[in-house]
């Protein structure tokens, strides 16, 4: 009973690469939801998907990032051309149905490091 | 705008002693209030929920408290072991456009060291 997956674990892209990011939800999850924990920062909101439609990106930067949740495999965060401040660590949760008593399980993270 | 303050930042205490993390947030109309635990370089582990109806939830050595009207919660961990040490976080779910665990507002964490 795998719980949620991300990779890789750790990633490190130059200034103006792109970066993706990873997340398999727990089996038989629908919703996938990304936050950002940024040095020495809570984790906050990016966006929250189900398969094949973004439902709130209310917390996703408006230019260079971008994410899908396809029908088949693991959703992606795609981030393009990195800056320095892109480096945080990227947190994937998944949860079998959205209402707000609904516990979300959290996988390990992506920890990104823009040099 | 909701904001959840944890305090302390940090804390280290022998092993064995009782102890408590505080939670405060700015906003009371919240629909539950969660307690994680993240281990350095790992994720987040749920380890309680309390429902805004609810007052208080206890699982093993960990009880929490709820108190929506003034905006506060607290982490009380029974005889503390030093795998207890962890980074213990506070999250208030305010009812995200999607209605699910798009939103939860995150305190900054307490971290938290048992020494042996």
């Known amino acids: 009973n795998a719980g949620v997956m991300q990779n890789p674990r750790h990633l490190v892209r130059r200034r103006g690469q792109e970066a993706r990011l990873r997340c398999s939800p727990v089996?038989?999850?629908?919703?996938v939801y990304w936050y950002r924990q940024l040095p020495e920062e809570g984790l906050k909101f990016m966006v929250y998907?189900?398969?094949?439609?973004?439902?709130?990106e209310s917390g996703m930067p408006k230019e260079r990032f971008s994410a899908e949740f396809p029908k088949e495999g693991p959703s992606i965060l795609r981030i393009q051309q990195v800056v320095r401040g892109d480096s945080a660590a990227y947190f994937c949760?998944?949860?079998?149905?959205?209402?707000?008593?609904?516990?979300?399980?959290f996988g390990q993270g992506t920890r990104l490091t823009v040099v | 705008k909701q904001e959840v303050t944890q305090i302390p930042a940090a804390l280290s205490v022998p092993e064995g002693e009782n102890l408590v993390l505080n939670c405060s947030f700015t906003?009371?109309?919240?629909?539950?209030l969660q307690w994680f635990r993240q281990d350095p370089g790992k994720g987040l582990t749920s380890l309680l929920l309390?429902?805004?109806?609810?007052r208080e939830q206890t699982s093993g050595r960990l009880n929490a408290s709820l108190d929506k009207s003034s905006g506060r919660s607290t982490l009380y961990i029974a005889a503390s072991q030093p795998g207890d040490s962890a980074t213990y976080l506070c999250?208030?779910?305010?009812?995200?456009?999607?209605?699910?665990?798009?939103?939860?507002?995150f305190g900054k964490g307490t971290h938290l060291i048992i020494q042996p």
């Open positions: 089996k038989g999850h629908s919703h």
């Open positions: 949760a998944s949860s079998p149905i959205a209402t707000v008593n609904t516990e979300a399980f």
């Open positions: 906003d009371s109309a919240i629909y539950n």
């Open positions: 998907l189900q398969k094949e439609n973004i439902i709130d």
């Open positions: 999250a208030v779910t305010i009812g995200g456009r999607g209605g699910g665990a798009d939103g939860l507002t």
């Open positions: 309390i429902q805004s109806s609810q």
